[in-house]
C-alpha cells in the first residue's frame, strides 16, 4: 500500500498542513494544493505540487484532504460558493481538521447526500510531528474508504488506528484527546507552582516526573516546554486550545443529554 501513488488535493496550509502536504509530496503522490492565502499554496509549487483557484477544482481530483482551523473554515470549504460539494459524485473528503461532532454530523449527510465520501482522519501530534511525517492518525469511515485512504495516511503518519465505521468516532476521539492535553498543561503549571513555592526549580521538578515516568507521552511534550517557559512559538494556538474544550464539552454534554432523553 506504501507504494500506491495517488492524486491527492490537500487544502489548508497552516503550521499542521503544510507538513502535511509536504510529506505527501516527498512520499510521491501527485498534489494539488489549495490555501486561502494563496501565497502560501504558491510556495508548495516549487516542491512540485499543483496549485488551483477554489476548493472545488481541488477536489476534482477525487481526493480531497483539508486541515482547517474550525468549524467556519471547514463550512466555507465545504458548503461554500465553489466549495468541494460542488466538485460532483465520487469524491472522497478526508477531514483532519478538529472539528464539532455536530458539523460531522452535517458534513456526513451532505457528502452523502451530493454521491460523494466522507471520512474523518483526526491527527495526534504538534507541528514539528506533522513536518516529520510522524502523526498519528485517528480515522473512522467506510473501511473501503480507509482502504483507499491508507497510502495518504501512510504519508503523514507513523501508525494509524482505526476507530471504526462512523467518522463521529475519530472526532470524539480526537476531542477526548485534546481535552487531556489542556489537563495535562494546567496540571503541570500547578505542580510547578507548589513546588516552586518552596524553591524548587521547574526543571527540576519536569525531571522528577519525567524520571519517574509520571503520566504520558504528553507529559514528556509538554513538561520541558513549560517549565523552560518555551511558549513561542506556539505549536498549538491557546484560541484552538479553547476551541478544542468548547467542543470536547458540547461533545459530552450532547452525551448526557442523551441519555436523559433515553431515561
Same mark, same amino acid.
Given at each position: 500500500?506504501?507504494d500506491?501513488?495517488?492524486d491527492?488535493a490537500?487544502?489548508?496550509?497552516?503550521?499542521?498542513?503544510?507538513?502535511?502536504a509536504?510529506?505527501?509530496?516527498?512520499?510521491?503522490?501527485?498534489?494539488?494544493?489549495?490555501?486561502?492565502?494563496?501565497?502560501?499554496?504558491?510556495?508548495?509549487?516549487?516542491?512540485?505540487?499543483?496549485?488551483?483557484?477554489?476548493?472545488?477544482?481541488?477536489?476534482r481530483?477525487?481526493?480531497?484532504?483539508?486541515m482547517?482551523?474550525?468549524?467556519?473554515?471547514?463550512?466555507?470549504?465545504?458548503?461554500?460558493e465553489?466549495?468541494?460539494?460542488s466538485?460532483?459524485?465520487?469524491?472522497?473528503?478526508?477531514?483532519?481538521?478538529?472539528?464539532?461532532?455536530?458539523?460531522?454530523?452535517?458534513?456526513v449527510?451532505a457528502?452523502?447526500?451530493?454521491?460523494?465520501r466522507?471520512?474523518? %482522519? *483526526? +491527527? &495526534?501530534?504538534?507541528? /514539528?510531528?506533522?513536518?516529520a511525517?510522524?502523526? @498519528?492518525?485517528?480515522?473512522?469511515? $467506510?473501511?473501503?474508504?480507509?482502504?483507499?485512504?491508507?497510502?495518504?495516511?501512510?504519508?503523514?503518519?507513523?501508525g494509524?488506528?482505526?476507530i471504526?465505521?462512523?467518522?463521529?468516532?475519530?472526532?470524539?476521539?480526537?476531542?477526548?484527546?485534546?481535552?487531556?492535553?489542556?489537563?495535562?498543561?494546567?496540571?503541570?503549571?500547578?505542580?510547578?507552582?507548589?513546588?516552586?513555592?518552596?524553591?524548587?526549580?521547574?526543571?527540576?521538578? %519536569? *525531571? +522528577? &516526573?519525567?524520571?519517574? /515516568?509520571?503520566?504520558?507521552?504528553?507529559?514528556? @511534550?509538554?513538561?520541558?516546554?513549560i $517549565?523552560?517557559?518555551?511558549?513561542?512559538?506556539?505549536?498549538?494556538?491557546?484560541?484552538?486550545?479553547?476551541?478544542?474544550?468548547?467542543?470536547?464539552?458540547?461533545?459530552?454534554?450532547?452525551?448526557?443529554?442523551?441519555?436523559?432523553?433515553?431515561?
Amino acid at each position: 500500500m506504501k507504494d500506491a501513488m495517488m492524486d491527492v488535493a490537500f487544502l489548508g496550509l497552516g503550521q499542521m498542513g503544510s507538513g502535511m502536504a509536504s510529506q505527501l509530496i516527498e512520499a510521491g503522490h501527485q498534489v494539488t494544493v489549495w490555501n486561502r492565502n494563496a501565497a502560501k499554496a504558491r510556495a508548495f509549487a516549487q516542491q512540485g505540487a499543483k496549485t488551483v483557484q477554489s476548493p472545488e477544482d481541488a477536489a476534482r481530483t477525487g481526493i480531497a484532504m483539508t486541515m482547517l482551523a474550525n468549524d467556519d473554515a471547514v463550512e466555507a470549504v465545504v458548503f461554500g460558493e465553489s466549495g468541494i460539494l460542488s466538485a460532483g459524485r465520487d469524491v472522497l473528503h478526508i477531514s483532519c481538521s478538529t472539528i464539532s461532532v455536530e458539523l460531522t454530523k452535517r458534513l456526513v449527510e451532505a457528502h452523502h447526500r451530493a454521491g460523494q465520501r466522507f471520512v474523518s %482522519a *483526526q +491527527v &495526534l501530534g504538534r507541528p /514539528d510531528v506533522s513536518a516529520a511525517g510522524k502523526l @498519528s492518525v485517528l480515522a473512522a469511515g $467506510a473501511s473501503a474508504d480507509l482502504d483507499t485512504a491508507q497510502p495518504l495516511f501512510d504519508a503523514i503518519g507513523s501508525g494509524t488506528f482505526r476507530i471504526g465505521d462512523d467518522p463521529v468516532m475519530a472526532v470524539a476521539v480526537k476531542l477526548a484527546a485534546n481535552f487531556g492535553i489542556t489537563a495535562i498543561i494546567e496540571m503541570l503549571s500547578e505542580q510547578f507552582r507548589i513546588a516552586g513555592a518552596h524553591g524548587v526549580e521547574p526543571s527540576q521538578m %519536569a *525531571q +522528577v &516526573l519525567i524520571g519517574t /515516568d509520571f503520566g504520558n507521552r504528553m507529559i514528556r @511534550s509538554y513538561g520541558p516546554m513549560i $517549565a523552560g517557559q518555551q511558549f513561542e512559538p506556539a505549536g498549538f494556538p491557546m484560541r484552538l486550545g479553547r476551541k478544542d474544550v468548547g467542543l470536547a464539552l458540547a461533545a459530552g454534554e450532547g452525551e448526557r443529554h442523551g441519555r436523559r432523553r433515553l431515561a
